[in-house]
């Protein structure tokens, strides 16, 4: 109602929640540990449950903000990759909206699917998120 008196940083965690709204309908459904995943996200920024789900309910009146800075991209492509795998299976359409995403966010295209498998594959593995993004800067020569 008063989107016009947002900050840019509510405006930019909202594009986050859409998108990993977006990518949990990638596959059809929306699962309820995708669900839950997406609110615990909106929480740790400060949003209310009810805030998130009246978002996800409303997703084409969203604008996207796009990350300003790598950390902001790193954060937005592994929450989108740890949303992907939140259900236990990867659907060929999420890991495409994954790498389609991670271009939007301004990664080289050329990179893009080896940036996401190297998340996958760390996630998969219980490293840590400043681990993976520690070998992802090493890897992408931020």
């Known amino acids: 109602m008063f989107s016009f008196f947002e900050s840019e940083a509510e405006k930019k965690l909202k594009s986050h929640i859409t998108n990993l709204g977006a990518l949990a309908k990638a596959d059809g459904h929306v699962d309820p540990s995708e669900m839950d995943f997406i609110i615990s ?3 740790r920024h400060g949003m209310k449950p009810n805030d998130v789900r009246n978002l996800l309910s ?3 009146e969203v604008k996207p903000q796009l990350p300003t ?6 954060d937005q492509i592994y929450d989108l990759v740890e949303m992907m795998l939140a259900d236990g299976i990867v659907d060929e359409s999420e890991m495409e909206f ?3 995403m991670a271009v939007r966010l301004g990664f080289k295209k050329a990179i893009v699917g080896v940036l996401v498998r190297k998340i996958s594959v760390g996630v998969k593995d219980g490293l ?3 681990q993976i993004r520690s070998d992802a800067q090493a890897f992408l020569n931020y």
Do not use: A, T, Y
């Open 41 to 43: 996200i909106g929480e």
């Open 58 to 60: 409303n997703l084409q």
């Open 69 to 74: 800075n790598d950390s902001e991209r790193f």
């Open 98 to 100: 994954c790498i389609n």
């Open 128 to 130: 840590s998120r400043e």
